[in-house]
Nanobody, 116 residues
Framework: QVQLVESGGGLVQPGESLNLSCVASGFNFNLYNVVWFRQSPGKERELVAA????????YIPESVKGRFSVSSDNVKQTVHLQMNSLKPEDTAAYYC?????????WGQGTQVTVSS
């Protein structure tokens, strides 16, 4: 079955960096787009990065462009979200997700807290 497992979150100070990982299994990683979303209490879920099966970044929204980047290791079936120059407003739970077999799958999420 499809599984997505995120890791790498934590508590950091403003201006610091984090690299989140999403390990995928149960589907042909080379054929699907994987996306990262984030959600914080009281806010709508926001898409922050998307990467295609060939390992090309296909979407980074203006809100994080220049600070966030996405990459993948297709051998390890892992997608990375590199987050630099973090701001308090980046505080959220971060989820990776894929649409496969006619439905959307989610990981359990990893919490990122940016605070001084």
């Amino acid at each position: 079955q499809v599984q997505l497992v995120e890791s790498g979150g934590g508590l950091v100070q403003p201006g610091e960096s984090l690299n989140l990982s999403c390990v995928a299994s149960g589907f042909n990683f080379n054929l699907y787009n994987v996306v990262w979303f984030r959600q914080s209490p009281g806010k709508e879920r926001e898409l922050v990065a998307a990467i295609n099966g060939a390992g090309r970044s296909i979407y980074i929204p203006e809100s994080v462009k220049g600070r966030f980047s996405v990459s993948s290791d297709n051998v390890k079936q892992t997608v990375h979200l590199q987050m630099n120059s973090l701001k308090p407003e980046d505080t959220a739970a971060y989820y990776c997700s894929v649409v496969a077999n006619g439905r959307r799958y989610w990981g359990q999420g990893t919490q990122v807290t940016v605070s001084s």
